[in-house]
């Protein structure tokens, strides 16, 4: 909204409509129809089914699954963001989540890399010995050889679980400019840094169509009147 007021020079106001501008553009209006937020899911659904992975992205074959569960997210008002973890020497899609934040029921901690990685640990449920030195000592944070991808950038407090999990490689295909913690990760404290030494955590390498779909998935989250968390 522009406010008018004769006092602004000629000089002010355009500078005020480029600042509105700039503004709109990482923060998608707010559309309280909800019938308009299925209409888009609907599209959206139409443009995943239709996708085939492109053989030059090496991550398109994951990502899509990541898209495929934002997707379900969605269809549950829970906002459209997917994650999936992929044993790296064979491919296999070893869990999958999506975000399930407010339905059936509000869970503060369900973004969807917290969902998939407390399915794994539930699944897997590893154990440890007491002495590090014991012979059958088991590290329940070695997940050598998983990678997690994501559709959209970790928040800090996905980047932090993550991170305690002990995954060393993460993907994911959309940027959150407002939420997102992986362009912060140096402002992490010391001693979480220390606990991600080795780790990855970069941009997908996917295609920009499999970019897009994963960003306009994202944004039916602000459609509801929700933000990232």
């Known amino acids: 909204m522009i406010w008018s007021c ?6 002010l106001l355009p500078l005020m409509l480029l600042a509105a501008l700039a503004g709109c553009e990482h923060h998608p209006a707010r559309n309280h129809n909800p019938a308009a937020a299925v209409f888009d899911l609907n599209l959206l659904e139409k443009r995943i089914n239709s996708y085939q992975p492109d053989p030059q992205y090496i991550d398109d ?8 569960e934002g997707l379900q997210g969605g269809r549950e008002r829970n906002g459209g963001i997917g994650a999936c973890l992929v044993r ?23 973004h969807a890399e917290m969902d998939l990685l407390n399915r794994y640990e539930e699944r897997v449920r ?14 329940p944070r070695n997940m050598e050889g998983l990678v ?27 940027p959150d400019l407002n ?19 080795g780790m990855v955590i970069a941009p997908a390498r996917c295609s920009p169509e499999l970019q897009e779909i994963a960003r306009d ?9 929700h933000s990232h968390f």
Not at 90 to 97: D, F, K, Y
Request: charged residues 25%; positive net charge.
């Open 6 to 11: 004769p006092r602004l020079s000629g000089t």
């Open 61 to 68: 074959v994951f990502v899509l699954v990541t898209v495929r």
């Open 88 to 110: 790296k020497a064979t491919g296999e899609i070893v869990e999958r989540g999506h975000n399930s934040q407010y339905e059936p029921y509000f869970r503060s901690d369900l």
């Open 126 to 139: 590893k154990t440890r010995s007491r002495d590090p030195k014991d012979p059958t000592y088991r590290n």
């Open 148 to 174: 997690l991808y994501t559709s959209v950038e970790p928040c800090p407090m996905c980047l932090g679980r993550i991170i305690n999990a002990g995954v060393k490689e993460v993907y994911y295909a959309a």
């Open 179 to 197: 939420g997102g913690m992986a362009r912060r990760f140096q402002d992490l404290p010391p001693s979480w840094k220390a606990m991600a030494r």
């Open 217 to 225: 998935l994202f944004r039916p989250m602000f459609n509801q009147g």
